[in-house]
């Protein structure tokens, strides 16, 4: 079993798993089993807490193509901090879903603080991303700001300060926003939330449609809205149906993601929420599979491959699919991509550049830690007496495809200090912790994020590699294969230094590529 679990805003919205879905399917975040139903943890405020009325419990049963997948909860209750009227919110999501034919629990959960009226005064976003590791994010507003301290594993936190909008409402307030005002068709309004995954606000538009009796509505006229939201980030964030029953109650609500298929949360009892389902549940990693209209002969060894590659209901953004030294456009349209790509390209010292190596890709971050002593130590034992940054590179990347445990689901997203210590995880811990080693003995590097190549699926799946600096150019290495270079088959659509960032924010990419994104053709040689 692989769990995830991440305190998280806005269950009821549209938002949901937008980014994290991807993110789940490519990583196979792992952690404990939350056993249902377990509450997030609120922000510290110590002896200035006191607890009073919970002013609402509720439960939800989630539905993923009809197949009874999970339970959410929501709880929120009355504090006062230093005399003060506050409400506790805290929510979680768990569901069960597999990931290539593997079981997989995805735990989700919030916690924050907001004032009677809905203004958050503080939040805590928490995400397990390993066995014995978490990214905890501790905030609160100050003024126009938000204020956080962000920790990962057993690294020092560090602060982060991100503009803060008036606008945005807590998770009681977004409760609030559907059962306490009176709707009726052709009735309009809106609310501005805070996205903690990618430090974005969005504005939701709610407009109720019509009354209806259905299956769907237990044969009772329910009214139906409809949830829209505005485009953030680059990320289209698919739209909600929600039904209020006759009392105006939110009952029932369902949206559609190119990750999971059809969702809906039905209201029920926590007895009901929590009953296991009789249907297979969704595979999320068959969903992200890119399928190749011809399967590759011989993958490893093709030269070039040419990759004809339609963004379908959407286009290319600007910077995604970078050239380098083996990956170039041969043409790009709005919605259409010509990708050349090429296998085995090594240093070979002509056209070499004196270029300065890039300071960025030499620092020490939270998830390329390679300011980290086993870090260090393994690099050091990795290159022995080798003194060429290239040759450097090589013995990292075969060390870490020797020494790193294979096909391992335990840790998610880890970092190199961490990976260091377990010798475990898939392609992202391999490229994080050779990236770290790579840095460690003065090797520029940086992850790149794209596509891999698998025989068995004929087509391109998620996948991380590494990149090092030498003579004046990126050279790709993959230490998930160990094969010296990097084949043809794999399709970078970006890189990242993982500087000064939430931990999981680049991954986002894979959000705004992998629903949309079709291979039309190919050739190779």
Same mark, same amino acid.
Request: glycine letters at 8%; proline letters at 6%.
């Given at each position: ?82 005399? +003060? ?27 924050? /603080? ?22 905890? $994010? ?20 560090? &602060?982060? +300060? ?20 009176? @709707?009726?068709?052709?009735? #309009? ?12 606000? !969005? ?7 019509? /009354? ?9 006229? @329910? ?57 297979? !549940? !969704? ?7 890119? $399928? ?21 209901? %959407? ?28 296998? %085995? ?14 300071? &960025?890709? *030499? ?20 290159? %022995?007496? #080798? ?10 990347? $075969? ?9 391992? *689901? ?14 475990? %995880? ?15 003995? =003065? ?6 994020? =794209? ?75």
């Amino acid at each position: 079993m692989v769990t995830m679990r991440c305190q998280h805003y806005g269950l009821r919205s549209g938002w949901n798993l937008a980014c994290l879905l991807v993110i789940l399917a490519f990583l196979g975040l792992s952690g404990s089993s939350s056993g249902g139903g377990v509450l997030a943890q609120p922000p510290n405020h110590g002896n200035d807490v006191q607890l009073g009325k919970v002013l609402s419990e509720v439960w939800e049963a989630v539905y993923l193509e009809g197949a009874k997948s999970g339970h959410a909860h929501h709880r929120f209750q009355e504090v006062t901090i230093r005399g +003060k009227p506050f409400i506790l919110a805290t929510s979680t999501l768990e569901l069960t879903v597999r990931r290539f034919g593997q079981p997989m629990l995805l735990a989700m959960s919030l916690a924050n /603080y907001e004032t009677p009226a809905g203004q958050v005064a503080s939040i805590t976003v928490s995400m397990q991303v390993g066995r014995e590791q978490r990214i905890v $994010r501790r905030g609160t507003v100050v003024g126009n700001e938000l204020v956080m301290q962000v920790q990962f594993g057993q690294q020092p936190p560090r &602060e982060v +300060k991100i503009p803060w909008s008036p606008e945005a409402i807590g998770l009681y307030a977004e409760e609030r926003f559907f059962t306490e005002h009176p @709707w009726q068709p052709g009735r #309009e309004r809106g609310y501005v939330k805070f996205l903690p995954e990618i430090d974005r606000f !969005v504005r939701c538009h709610v407009k109720a449609e019509d /009354y209806e009796a259905g299956p769907h509505t237990q044969g009772r006229k @329910w009214l139906r809205l409809r949830q829209r939201f505005d485009k953030v980030a680059n990320l289209e964030i698919p739209e909600t149906l929600l039904w209020l029953d006759e009392q105006g109650r939110l009952v029932r609500q369902e949206s559609v993601w190119p990750e999971f298929g059809k969702m809906t949360l039905i209201r029920t009892n926590r007895e009901q929420a929590l009953a296991s389902g009789d249907k297979p !549940v !969704v595979d999320i990693g068959l969903q992200q599979l890119v $399928r190749l209209p011809q399967p590759i002969p011989n993958p490893h060894q093709v030269k070039k491959i040419v990759y004809r590659l339609q963004m379908v209901n %959407g286009e290319f953004s600007e910077g995604l699919f970078p050239q380098d030294s083996r990956q170039r456009m041969l043409r790009r349209e709005k919605a259409l991509l010509e990708l050349e790509v090429l296998g %085995g390209v090594v240093p070979t010292g002509e056209g070499a550049q004196s270029q300065e190596p890039p300071a &960025e890709y *030499l620092r020490s971050n939270s998830v390329v830690n390679s300011e980290d002593k086993l870090v260090q130590e393994l690099a050091r034992r990795a290159i %022995g007496t #080798e003194t060429q940054p290239w040759q450097k590179a090589l013995r990292i990347e $075969r060390w870490v495809y020797a020494n790193m445990k294979k096909g391992t *689901l335990t840790e998610g997203f880890a970092s190199a200090d961490e990976v260091a210590r377990t010798r475990e %995880g898939d392609c992202t811990e391999h490229a994080v912790l050779a990236a770290a080693m790579c840095r460690a003995v =003065g090797v520029p590097s940086r992850l790149a994020l =794209g596509l891999a190549y698998v025989e068995h699926w004929r087509a391109l799946v998620p996948h991380m590699w590494l990149e090092v600096w030498i003579q004046g150019r990126w050279y790709a290495l993959d230490p998930t294969l160990g094969q010296g270079s990097v084949p043809a088959t794999h399709v970078k659509i970006a890189h990242h230094s993982w500087n000064d960032v939430q931990p999981l924010r680049p991954l986002v990419v894979f959000r705004l590529v992998l629903p949309h994104l079709r291979a039309v053709a190919l050739s190779w040689e």
